[in-house]
């Protein structure tokens, strides 16, 4: 890569998490482009409706765009050169001449359980309260645990373990990416292994304008393929079922020897309906493949199941 002389701007929501997600990414380019320069990568923090709007659900809201929106406007005015996101956040439409053009490594794709009272969701005392914003994470720990109660848990990650402490709710699931992400690992009770986790949890993306040539050649460098390949499967599988906050939606691709094992599922928010497809394949079939799962997904929950 020649020369640049250009300054980087970043674009990230200004959450802890979000600004380590934003440092990492200049970590990765400083550390593969060793002719830029520090002061040339700038990170700008924008305020997203989705981070200001803290009373109701995301449901109610409008969904994931409401993380991306002020972001990629700002890409599209020129005021950004990329944005990093919460793969998990971004709408399975992107905006006209913007693109997902780098994915960073993955970290651990599972929800952590949180709660000083179990320490897992099965020994949680009957009648107890676990708070979450994720429809998703509501509906499955309804089905694991119909005795439970679930609420509307809001906030970034250090607000919700002050509102746990605060004896708001007895448990609560984050994901373990961004507990690792910020040093807090340690907070989780452990990782939960037998729940499917949110589309893409745990992939950082990069957006950048399509026709910035020379900001496509910087990230190519730190594009990690095979997060690519298992997030295009989960992303065509949410594509299938034009996946939105309302329907809570699970899935997660995993890659070993050049093949794609797909898992996914849609659950009603109360839990009690349940519908899983899979399917496994070469990684060249890796959106063909999600997009047919969702599809069957689809069919098995019928136009009511996406009416609730």
Not at 83 to 99: C, F, Q, R
């Amino acid at each position: 890569m020649t020369e640049t002389t250009r300054t980087i701007r970043i674009g990230t929501r200004g959450s802890p998490l979000a600004l380590a997600q934003a440092h990492e990414t200049r970590n990765r380019l400083l550390a593969a482009h060793p002719q830029l320069r520090d002061d040339q990568i700038e990170i700008v923090a924008i305020s997203t409706k989705g981070d200001r709007v803290l009373d109701r659900p995301l449901s109610e809201l409008g969904g994931k765009g409401l993380f991306t929106e002020e972001i990629e406007n700002g890409l599209k005015a020129g005021s950004l050169d990329i944005a990093v996101h919460s793969m998990k956040d971004m709408p399975t439409i992107i905006h006209e001449g913007l693109g997902i053009s780098c994915l960073l490594p993955r970290e651990d794709v599972r929800d952590a359980f949180i709660c000083h009272k179990a320490a897992s969701i099965e020994t949680l005392a009957p009648g107890m309260l676990v708070g979450t914003a994720s429809l998703r994470r509501q509906a499955q720990i309804l089905r694991l645990r119909p005795d439970l109660r679930v609420a509307t848990f809001r906030g970034n990650v250090q607000s919700r373990l002050r509102k746990l402490e605060e004896g708001q709710a007895d448990a609560t699931l984050l994901a373990m990416a961004g507990l690792r992400r910020l040093g807090l690992e340690h907070v989780a009770a452990g990782p939960i292994d037998n729940l499917l986790p949110a589309i893409a949890q745990g992939a950082i993306g990069v957006e950048a304008r399509l026709d910035d040539a020379e900001m496509a050649q910087l990230l190519l460098a730190i594009n990690d393929q095979a997060t690519q390949h298992c997030v295009n499967a989960e992303r065509a599988l949410l594509a299938a079922l034009d996946g939105s906050c309302r329907t809570p939606i699970a899935g997660l691709a995993t890659l070993a020897n050049g093949r794609i094992r797909l898992r996914g599922e849609i659950l009603t928010p109360d839990g009690r309906e349940y519908h899983y497809a899979e399917r496994e394949g070469p990684v060249s079939d890796a959106a063909a493949m999600g997009y047919d799962a969702g599809a069957e997904l689809k069919r098995r929950g019928g136009p009511t199941f996406f009416a609730i």
